[in-house]
């Protein structure tokens, strides 16, 4: 069963009802700013919320699974809810982080910095997930059985990394941080396998099929490649310092 971003209760709580569902259905372009003068913008509300973005994206690659396998409708709406309701997060935490960092120590200042981050890639990973339930709503013909199973399996574990970070970000635990970072090794090898498939295999008869599916199967893979960031976001706010900027060695002396 699909699986629905639970809309009315984050932005009830964090934009006001009415507000919300005006930014979500566009009719009320205004509302995101009104709704941003609204809330205490706290380091425990930001956090929060920002903890909820990772719980929308992970139902969001939940749900490519039944929309491949059962091209479900209900499916489709509720990645596309979960897409919207990553926008309005981030720009909410966008709105209030500048004010709530000047109020807080250094420490609560990386942790506020992390949220913003983790939300840009979070809210990447749902247009990634939309763009992939575009191309299933779109196709007219029939998938091929293994391209299905292949893209349902990049998703799932895509939904294991990231239910994996959000309880690292939850404990603040480095081992899933570790596991994250291994099992990306996972998603691009499938990845690969589907473009060697429609690449080679495939070339030489142009199909339109191959296209879509090396464009949804590079959309997990991407999606994946932002769940790694994640992780390094983790690693960060744990050990503070980066994954990318490893410590330069000292000279010999």
Known sequence: MPRKAATSRILSEDLGVSDA???ISGQNPEAGKKSARKGSGSLDDLTRTGLRAFLIARDAAFNIKDLLTQS???AFLAIKECEQELDVIERYIDDRLPAAITRVNEARARQLLT???CTTDLERIGDLMMSVALRVQ???AKMAASDVRQLVEMSAILREMLDLVYRGFLDL???CARKVLQMDKDIDRVCHALFQKHLTEHASQGSPSSFDVILMAQALERAGDHTTNLA???YS???GRSLRHPPKKRAAT
């Open 21 to 23: 569902a005006e930014v």
């Open 72 to 74: 479900s409708r209900m």
């Open 115 to 117: 949220s913003l981050k």
């Open 138 to 140: 779109s196709r007219t």
């Open 173 to 175: 635990d480095l081992e």
């Open 232 to 234: 390094e976001d983790l």
């Open 237 to 239: 706010l744990i050990e």
